[in-house]
């Protein structure tokens, strides 16, 4: 099983629509989880944190349910600028004590005027 | 607004040859990583540092590769003997985290391109 799992997508939507993204992660010692986006060969940036309790900024509100380990993205009114891959990504302590973020596959939307 | 700095942004280099990537992070973070991504892949984790050592890494980061924190700024990536596989996107990042879960948001440069003819 993938660490991080995510539906590729394609998501095709028009402007104005709701689209949700899923994840699910398979360690349930993971610690930290966050959605990123990622623009064609750019490199990923930092959209929003995930917490128990939801988190919501503009548009965007993320969830986490950790009995089911899985995450949750919505996107509402879509503007065609949120054409990207979004990215799930799960922090998780390392063998040595560190922590290492994995990341999922990614999840592609298009959004279409 | 601060930011992660790669230089160069494309590398061009025959199998077997060394190649050292570069990375400026934020000045005050006190975590830095590297990541790759073949194209059409995911962004795969390479190695994570903190306090002049090596904090984790994973299977990818063999003995062909190693990083350095050579002066108080700059942050490398070195690849000993390349192979064709080793073509990739290659990110550095950095991240604030002190010991508190939560902190790690990760902030990346944009990136280093590494074509192995």
């Known amino acids: 099983r993938k660490e991080v799992e995510q539906d590729p997508g394609p998501f095709n939507v028009p402007e104005g629509a709701t689209v949700a993204f899923n994840c699910t992660y398979s360690?349930?010692?993971?610690?930290?989880f966050f959605w990123y986006r990622q623009d064609c060969r750019k490199e990923p940036k930092l959209l929003m944190s995930?917490?128990?309790s939801g988190n919501e900024d503009g548009r965007f509100t993320a969830q986490l349910n950790r009995a089911s380990q899985y995450i949750s993205l919505l996107i509402r009114d879509s503007k065609l600028s949120d054409s990207a891959t979004y990215l799930c990504?799960?922090?998780?302590?390392?063998?040595?004590?560190?922590?290492?973020?994995?990341f999922g596959a990614g999840t592609r939307l298009f959004v279409k005027a | 607004e601060p930011e992660v700095t790669q230089t160069p942004s494309h590398q061009v280099t025959q199998m077997g040859q060394e190649v050292i990537l570069r990375c400026v992070p934020i000045?005050?973070?006190?975590?830095f990583y590297w990541y790759r991504q073949i194209l059409g892949q995911k962004v795969e984790f390479l190695v994570s540092?903190?306090?002049?050592?090596?904090?984790?890494k994973s299977e990818i980061f063999d003995d062909q590769f190693s990083v350095e924190r050579p002066d108080g700024s700059n942050f490398t990536l070195k690849i000993r003997s390349t192979k064709l596989e080793d073509s990739a996107m290659y990110f550095c990042?950095?991240?604030?985290?002190?010991?508190?879960?939560?902190?790690?948001?990760?902030?990346f440069g944009s990136g280093t391109q590494l074509s192995v003819l």
């Open positions: 990042a950095s991240s604030e985290r002190v010991r508190a879960v939560g902190n790690e948001k990760l902030f």
């Open positions: 360690n349930s010692a993971s610690q930290s």
């Open positions: 995930v917490y128990s």
């Open positions: 990504v799960v922090t998780k302590s390392g063998n040595t004590g560190g922590f290492k973020t994995i």
């Open positions: 000045s005050n973070h006190l975590y």
């Open positions: 540092f903190y306090n002049n050592e090596i904090s984790e």
